[in-house]
């Protein structure tokens, strides 16, 4: 299995100012990176506006509806972080965006190891203040493990 976090697919300081832009811009890295086409990034924003993606300590990660399977190429995870928190809905500020692609169901081993890094506050702080993409990776980093 190929690395489904690379550094490219990590924005250490986003410009999304909304929640429909940033799913935009996590979209875009998972595009530009050949992973999915532009299809799945309008099926991340309808999953979203059917049931919200955040999913606490400054975390959301968008993904695709079961219906945009067909959209994706190969399985990634984009990272986009923010320095000012995204309103994601009432008293959900989000600074971190994961965007999410997963062939054959890939996607539920992803989401689980991502969920698992972040329930751990610490882990979730260490993202929030790294300097760069290149910390930002190196905790992450995990996630490419099998």
Do not use: C
Request: charged letters at 25%; glycine letters at 8%; proline letters at 3%.
């Amino acid at each position: 299995m190929s690395e489904i976090l690379t550094r490219d697919l990590i924005i250490a300081s986003g410009s999304a100012t909304t929640k429909e832009e940033a799913i935009r811009e996590a979209g875009g890295l998972l595009v530009k990176a050949g992973a999915v086409s532009a299809a799945y990034v309008d099926a991340m924003e309808e999953r979203e506006s059917k049931v919200s993606t955040y999913m606490g300590n400054y975390l959301a990660i968008p993904h695709g509806t079961n219906e945009a399977k067909e959209a994706i190429k190969r399985s990634a995870i984009s990272l986009v972080r923010y320095a000012q928190p995204i309103n994601w809905g009432e008293g959900m500020p989000v600074r971190i965006v994961a965007g999410i692609a997963g062939v054959n169901n890939e996607h539920l081993g992803i989401l689980s190891k991502i969920a698992v890094i972040f329930s751990d506050e610490d882990e979730a702080q260490k993202l929030l203040n790294a300097p760069d993409v290149d910390a930002i990776y190196d905790t992450l980093e995990k996630v490419n493990a099998e």
